[in-house]
Structures are given as structure tokens and as C-alpha cells.
């Protein structure tokens, strides 16, 4: 018997098929994430999700994409309000990447996957330096005002980096050692304080 396809419905079906894909991708993982069968959920022909992605991977980046805007948003919300402290500033961001990262582990993953890959979009390149541009400028003011030692934004950011995703990293995936206690945060910001402190 024909069945007719069900009518494309949604007034915007971009939008409706990035979050349920993010939602499969969180119970699932990127392997389950199928176009058809976001159609399928969504109530649309099998065709329509065509119409906004090409393939998986178009649909992956855009996924990737849409978490780096949000991380970005995140962390610039996290500076609202400050002092100019560095340690202050650097504080925030730290709890609002961890917070992102906690929120949000299997995307994140799937983010820095997708970032390093050398077909990655320009719009991904361009949403990746639009928060890291943010740290990078916490570091230069810091630097201007003495709170933190010289060097270039590199030799400071990655290891503030490193120990920040490496945390971040450690606690969404659960290999936080099981005596880990609510200061341990407190303990890193600590660390990279005392790590980046003028010599």
C-alpha cells in the first residue's frame, strides 16, 4: 500500500533537527545519528532534513558549530560583572568551562573532534578562535597589569589550557579519582594561578 510522505511541518526544521540530534547524540553518541531517522522522530519526510544538511557530516559540523557558539556565549556571560582581577576573571571562566563541559561532555568531544579535522568549515575555524580569543585576551590584560608572567600568549595559554580541559576532561567523562571532593576545582584554579604568577 502507498503511504505518502508526511508534510514537512516545521517552521524551522534547521533548528528542530540540531536539537534533536543533539539530544540522540547525548544518549547515543555520534554513531546513531542517522538523517533518516531524525526525520523519522521529527514526523518529516525522509527527504526534508536534505533540504538543510547534505550529509551527516554537514550535520555534525553544524553541531560543532552551534556548541562553540554556546561555549563562547558562556564564557563571555561568565566575565560579566567582574573586577579587573585576573585571578577573578580567570576563576569565572574556569567554572564556566567546566560547567559547559560537565553539561555538555559528549558534545564537547565531538566538538574538538570536528575542530581539529583539516576539512573542517571556516565558520568552525572562526567559532573555535571566538572563544579561545577570549582567554587570550584575559591573558594579555593580565600581562598589562603585572598579574601574571611574560611571554607570549602561547607559552602562558596552553598550559592554562591544558590544565583547564584536562580537568574539565577528567570530570564530564567520570576518571575523577572517587576521593575527588567539591574543592578540587578550587585546587586547580589554584594551581594554574600559581603556575602563571609573575616570577
Known sequence: ?????????????????????????????????????????????????????????????????TGFDR????????????????????DAMVRAYVGFALGNAVLLDLMYSIKHDPEASEALVAATE??????????VEGQRRGELRAGTTESVGVPIFATLHGYANLAATGMLPPDTDEHALDDVIAFILRGAAPE
Open 130 to 139: 571566538r572563544w579561545s580569543d577570549l582567554l587570550v585576551e584575559l591573558i
Open 71 to 90: 561555549l563562547a556565549t558562556a564564557l563571555k556571560a561568565s566575565q560579566e560583572g567582574l573586577g579587573e582581577s585576573f585571578a577573578e576573571r580567570l
Open 1 to 65: 500500500m502507498y503511504t505518502r510522505p508526511r508534510s514537512y511541518h516545521h517552521g524551522d526544521l534547521r533548528a528542530a533537527l540540531l536539537t534533536r540530534a543533539e539530544e540522540t547524540l547525548r544518549e547515543k553518541g555520534p554513531a546513531a545519528l542517522s538523517l533518516r531517522e531524525l526525520a523519522r522522530d521529527l514526523g518529516v519526510s525522509h527527504a526534508a532534513p536534505s533540504r538543510h544538511f547534505k550529509d551527516k557530516q554537514a550535520l555534525l559540523d553544524a553541531l560543532a558549530l
